[in-house]
């Protein structure tokens, strides 16, 4: 079935950049997602790619598709204290009904 | 206010009673989910409903029903709580695929 893989936890220093990392299984998937986890919070959504893209950049935040991988990746530049959080890798199903297969999701700590 | 409201946010019960967790929407979405989260697990999705009267079954549905009550409300029950569904129960709307909006979950132990 389909699936999606992140690692769990990582680590920065305030200023440094942040990549997280996923890879998921489901190549007719539309859209593929991040969203954010701040603690005793509901996940937000930063940023979605549509599938026919390769890279997309929002501020901060730069999203890298490789379909032919089927590897996600989100950078977050200048990363600051209040982007400590998890963040989740998410992939739509290929029908676009808003069903989402989440990652397991990544713990960004920074440090100050 | 917020787009999405969960009730209770926390609520401890015991084996074998059955509960019901609510949720409500002002976004005016027709789409509705029900996810549970668990450590190192992600969310996966119990049921979801594209409108009233259309309410199907998602990856993890046993154990669980829900009820539609109207656009803005979905709800979630456990007729007989076990142990094993102590999680972390979020609810969402969305109009589309490309956002979906999350309630600030319900922290639900089983004891």
């Known amino acids: 079935g389909e699936d999606v893989e992140q690692s769990l936890f990582l680590s920065v220093r305030e200023g440094d950049s942040s990549v997280i990392n996923c890879t998921y299984t489901?190549?007719?998937?539309?859209?593929l997602y991040w969203y954010k986890q701040e603690p005793g919070a509901g996940l937000q959504l930063l940023t979605y790619?549509?599938?026919?893209?390769d890279m997309k950049q929002d501020q901060r935040l730069t999203v890298l598709l490789n379909k032919k991988d089927k590897h996600l990746s989100l950078r977050i530049a200048d990363t600051q204290t209040g982007d400590s959080a998890i963040y989740f890798c998410a992939q739509g199903d290929s029908g676009n009904t808003g069903k989402l297969i989440f990652g397991q999701g990544t713990t960004l700590q920074v440090k100050p | 206010d917020a787009d999405v409201t969960q009730t209770p946010r926390n609520r401890i019960t015991k084996t074998g009673k059955r509960i019901m967790l609510e949720c409500s929407q002002t976004k005016g979405h027709d789409r509705m989910y029900w996810y549970r989260q668990d450590p190192g697990l992600g969310l996966r999705l119990i049921y979801y409903?594209?409108?009233?009267?259309?309410?199907n079954k998602g990856e993890i549905s046993d154990g669980y029903s829900v009820s539609r009550q109207a656009q803005a409300k979905f709800s979630l029950s456990l007729e007989s709580a076990i142990p094993n569904q102590t999680a972390l129960y979020f609810c969402?709307?969305?109009?589309?695929?490309?956002?979906?909006?999350f309630g600030q979950g319900t922290r639900l132990t089983v004891v």
């Open positions: 489901d190549s007719s998937s539309t859209y």
């Open positions: 969402a709307t969305s109009d589309g695929p490309t956002e979906a909006f």
């Open positions: 790619i549509f599938s026919n893209m």
């Open positions: 409903s594209f409108d009233v009267k259309d309410i």
